[in-house]
């Protein structure tokens, strides 16, 4: 038997503590609440997970879970490219924060359009501090011009994202569509109508890229959420 239980700190599992719980084979040790508490970041919680083999050999787990978890969706590009802050809370309950486009004019210098996008994306980072960010993958385009503009692109949003430490997961559009529509070739009115089901109808997005990067958001934290599931059960 598993038990997660959590809290601002975590008392150390005592030899008098022990004896409350049950000794048989297989039993979870009490968890026990310090009255000291030590903020650990924006909806950041340690977790523990008791594993008994007997009353007095505990094994204890520790790692950490977002009680509210905050994510940034990118959808990468040199002239527009779309960002969403999506806040993940522990019911399933999705909540757009923030989201927009980093615009840059035509016919400016590739190198120029590049630092805009690298100062913009890290002021966003600063202002909003996701703890997790989600990227679509580059896919093949008929144009090749365009496709080594999202490349650079791409580069500096990963590169932005990485110095800020933040943990970066890349998505295949198809695996984006599927997330969100439960269909591989959805088209943008598809995906548009489901992530407006998804967050409400108070969600308001004005474009394109905008509504991409949202969509990669969500796609992100239905992830998460299945990754925690499968960890729970495994026992890791």
């Known amino acids: 038997m598993i038990v997660l239980a959590s ?19 297989g039993s979870v040790a009490i968890f026990y609440r310090s009255r ?11 977790a523990v ?19 509210v978890m905050r994510i940034i969706g990118i ?24 989201s927009g486009c980093i615009k840059t004019k035509a016919g400016t210098a590739v190198a120029k359009r590049l630092q805009i996008l ?26 090749i011009k365009t496709g080594i503009a999202v490349g650079q692109a791409r580069g500096v949003v990963l590169l932005a994202l990485e110095q800020a430490k933040i943990a ?14 439960g269909y591989g070739h959805a088209d943008k009115k598809q995906m548009q109508s489901m992530v407006k089901n998804i967050l409400g109808a108070r969600s308001f997005i ?12 969500l ?5 998460s959420t299945y990754k925690n599931k499968i960890a729970l059960l495994s026992g890791h």
């Open 7 to 25: 809290a601002r700190t975590v008392k150390r599992v005592t030899k008098s503590s022990r004896s409350r719980s049950n000794s048989k084979e």
């Open 36 to 46: 000291e508490s030590r903020p650990v970041g924006r909806g950041k919680l340690p």
């Open 49 to 67: 997970i008791f594993y008994c083999s007997s009353e007095n050999h505990p094994a204890v787990s520790f790692f950490w879970y977002y009680s």
């Open 75 to 98: 959808d990468p590009g040199s002239a527009l490219c779309g960002w969403a802050i999506v806040e993940k809370r522990n019911n399933g309950d999705c909540h757009l924060v923030a």
């Open 118 to 143: 690298f100062k913009e994306l890290t002021a966003i980072i600063k202002k909003y501090q996701p703890q997790e960010a989600a990227v679509e993958e580059l896919f093949f385009v008929q144009n």
């Open 168 to 181: 970066i997961t890349e998505y295949k559009p198809t695996q984006i569509k599927i997330s969100i529509t």
């Open 206 to 217: 004005r474009q394109d890229d905008e509504a991409d990067a949202v969509a990669i958001a």
């Open 219 to 223: 796609c992100h934290a239905n992830q």
